[in-house]
């Protein structure tokens, strides 16, 4: 009996993960279209991007979002294809502490659900994302970004190898996009009496003009990407972490 | 570098433009790949696939798969918003207005609101009874966040504002018997008749 105890606490959860603090803070939108300044109350944060390793765990006490079971309407028929049977049957350990990825918002969303968490917002995502990086070989976000656009992404990059910022988060920039709650905030224009349309000038040509800086190439790409998401969607490089309100 | 890296904005916007004007020709057009169903032979695409119980205007509760078998035509509203959601609700009569009695027993038409919280059934009874809905109008709410990944499958996204008012889309889609959608229209007071088309269509006879 005691036995049994022993295998069964053994069995369940892997080691938490780690999460911190992101301080409150006032977000101020990228475009200036979107409504004013809003306030971010402090949360916690996963402090690495969910990994293959966890998904996996996931995925198997929950084999509704496998992806022999999901159904389309959550997720595309890419989800989760990198993983090798090889990896799912536990024989290869290679993939393990790499981020998952090919997950749809739907499958993030449920896997932070499981975890007790939830999606960032957008605005909990970017003002986490604001922290300078500390102990690396960057000067501020903005250089790892630039570097991370212009060079072909690493294959097999671990968690946690990119960089952490001052409040002891990895790898926000430069190892995956990542799933926000709302992600499909930026699909419409502030007035939505007018319009439900996605605001043209988001994508073409005079984009620039309602970027709050019109400089910031590498925040306005990242905006242009979640707008090109829908919620089944999957893609190679896009995974996902979780937050917690405080 | 900066040429590498303006050649990729460049590129993601040509990008974002082509992907745009694509969507519209067949944001709506199934792909036909529906090999994986259910159990209840949902299909794989069907918004039905969101398994989640939501309370009516007549406080039963009910499953979106309860509406299969009738195409739908369907938005999203909240009944404390002051003019676009009025608007829409006056679209979606419009359209009505185009069917006969009989024939608007072979479609259903459903509101689901935004503001689960301020929305209960008893507010959406009141609502479809000022608004003089007919028999055929089911008004819903849910959880937030069963109200939200709906949201996210219909394409119509929201926000709710501090001052607890609600940024949203306003977009109808119509879906046909087994609840994939089948057509969208963007807007208000765009052309009824093409969304009436659209139902009639999946109404069969």
Redesign the interface.
Known sequence: MIRLLVLLLAATPAPAQDMKVVPAAVFKPFFKGD?TA?AVKAFTMDTKAVTNAAFLKFVSNNPQWSAQNI????AE?EYLSHWTSAFTEGLDHQLANQPVVNVS??AA?AYC?SQGKRLPSMAEWETAALSAPVDSRYQNTNDII?DW??RKMPEGATVGSVYRNQDGIYDLFGLVWEWT??F??V??S?D??N????P?G????S?SIDAADAAD??T??RY??R??L??NYTGRKLGFRCVKSL | ?LK???L??LL??L???V??KEEKSDCCTQ?K??K?Q?KNDIP????Y??DMAWNTQDNHEIRLSSLAGKPVLMTMIYTHCG??CPMMVSDLKKIEGLFTEAEREKFHIVLVSFDPDRDQPARLKTYAETQQLGTNWTLLQGSH?QT??L???L???Y?L??DSSI?????KVVLNRQGEIVYRL???STDPAAVATALRQEMGD
């Open positions: 409504s809003t159904q389309r309407l959550f028929a918002w739907f969303r659900q630039l656009y212009s709650e709302d499909d905030r699909n419409f502030d939505s009496r319009s439900a349309e996605l043209a988001l994508f073409c040509g984009a190439y590498a306005f790409v242009a990407f707008a090109s829908k919620g | 570098m590498i890296i303006s990729f904005v993601s916007l990008a974002g433009c992907s745009k792909k790949d529906t994986i259910t794989g695409l069907s918004v696939q969101i003019y676009a966040d939200k990944a949201s996210v499958v394409q119509i996204s926000e504002l501090p940024d949203h889309a306003n977009s963007n807007g208000l």
